[in-house]
């Protein structure tokens, strides 16, 4: 005697008497094996959208500050605002450290504190996407307080 591919029950005919299946058809995958999750129209997390706020700088800070269910959250608006701000800083303090150091014709070492400048940006820049990524929040001296009073 067949059993049901679905269930497991012992068949006479040519549908399981317990769950209705077709014998010798294909069984459906059980819902939640291997199945994709439903698409559901639900935001995405608050530590995914603000983490998300700094991975192209000011474009995505602003980008986050536009999109609807986003920009009344107030923690993806702050870690919005401080990406802004950061890249901003980071983009100005290069820029100036390139002029001082030209006017001062320290070509030389100018190139190795332009590099340790942008190291240390980067690593800064990393550092506070992980974070926020796990829901952290730091606030960056100078910078976080004016973000907070804009969130």
Known sequence: MPFCAGCGTQVDGKFCPK????VGAPAAAPQGAGAPPPVSGAPMADNVASALCYVLGFITGVI?????????????????????????????GSIVLGIVLGIFHMWFIGFGLHSLYNLAGFVLWVYMLFTTFQGKTTVLPLIGPIAQQQA
């Open 64 to 92: 986050f500050l536009v999109i609807a269910p986003y920009n009344q959250n107030k923690a993806v608006r702050f870690h919005a605002f401080q990406s802004i701000f950061f890249s901003l800083a980071w983009v100005a």
């Open 19 to 22: 769950c209705g299946a077709v």
